[in-house]
């Protein structure tokens, strides 16, 4: 199962660093303007998020068309050995299922990364909002 990469990963890391850096430099700015500069990067953040989602979908999709009956297993279907083609097919299928999660850890890792930096503006968010009461 190969999966053309329509993400690349190092530049979604460089990118997530920026924005988290961004909001890490917001403090110099009026108290309004950082909180929609804040809210500016969330944005980014989430629709970058929304873009590993569709990568993610498209190796689980790709994932569940490989079809794990090879010519193998149905030439042991039909000579009586159907344990060892139940055998064969199980296999399969978890070769396939390990090679989805290798393919995906790499995005999931990119999710919990933006995940901490949306937290970090609202925590960013939390402060000015408490500088100001």
Do not use: C, F, W
């Not at 700015?29 to 873009?51: F, G, S």
């Not at 009956?69 to 390990?98: N, P």
């Amino acid at each position: 199962m190969q999966m053309s990469e329509t993400m690349d990963i190092n530049s979604a890391h460089q990118t997530i660093n920026q924005l988290r850096q961004q909001l890490q430099s917001i403090n110099s700015t009026p108290v309004q303007l950082q909180v929609k500069q804040i809210n500016l990067i969330q944005k980014q953040l989430r629709l970058l998020k929304k873009e590993i989602n569709l990568v993610i979908r498209e190796i689980n999709q790709n994932a569940t068309q490989a079809t794990p009956d090879s010519i193998m297993s149905v030439g042991l279907d039909i000579l009586g050995k159907r344990k060892l083609a139940g055998q064969l097919r199980q296999s399969t299928r978890r070769a396939i299922q390990a090679e989805k999660v290798a393919l995906r850890q790499p995005y999931l890792d990119l999710k919990a990364d933006i995940d901490s930096a949306l937290l970090l503006g609202d925590q960013l968010k939390l402060q000015i909002e408490q500088m100001n009461y």
